[in-house]
C-alpha cells in the first residue's frame, strides 16, 4: 500500500525554524511529483512548495526565501526547511505525491501541525 508519513511538526516561536521530513512508500519516488502543501483553521489548502525531480522547484510567493524543499529520490524522503518563522505559517502541513504521468492518482500524507506563537 502507499503511505506518506510527515514528521517535524511542532511548536517554535517566531524567527524560530523547523524541519519537516516525509518518507514515502510503495510507490517508485521518481515518478512522483512531491509537494508540501499547508492547511490553516477556516482557510483553504495552499501549496507551499513542489518539485519533479528537476532543477525547477516551485515555491509560493509567502514563503519564497524562507523555506527550502529538497527530495532524495533514492531514500523516498522530501524535506522542507522551514526558517524565519511567521505566526501567519501556522497550519497542518501535509506530504502530497502526484504521478508525473497519470495526475489524478495523488496521494496524501496524515499531515503534521506547525504552530508559530510566542
Known amino acids: 500500500q502507499v503511505q506518506l508519513v510527515e514528521s517535524g511538526g511542532g511548536l517554535v516561536q517566531p524567527g524560530g525554524s523547523l524541519r519537516l521530513s516525509c518518507a514515502a512508500s510503495g510507490i517508485i519516488f521518481s515518478g512522483y511529483n512531491m509537494g508540501w502543501y499547508r492547511q490553516a483553521p477556516g482557510k483553504q489548502r495552499e501549496l507551499v512548495a513542489s518539485?519533479?525531480?528537476?532543477?525547477?522547484?516551485y515555491y509560493a510567493d509567502s514563503v519564497k526565501g524562507r523555506f527550502t524543499f529538497s527530495r532524495d529520490n533514492a531514500k523516498n524522503t522530501v524535506t522542507l526547511q522551514m526558517n524565519s518563522l511567521k505566526p501567519e505559517d501556522t497550519a497542518v502541513y501535509y506530504c502530497?505525491?502526484?504521478?508525473?504521468?497519470?495526475?489524478?492518482?495523488?496521494?496524501w500524507g496524515q499531515g503534521t501541525q506547525v504552530t508559530v506563537s510566542s
Open positions: 502530497n505525491a502526484r504521478n508525473l504521468v497519470s495526475s489524478w492518482r495523488a496521494y
Open positions: 518539485s519533479t525531480g528537476g532543477t525547477s522547484t
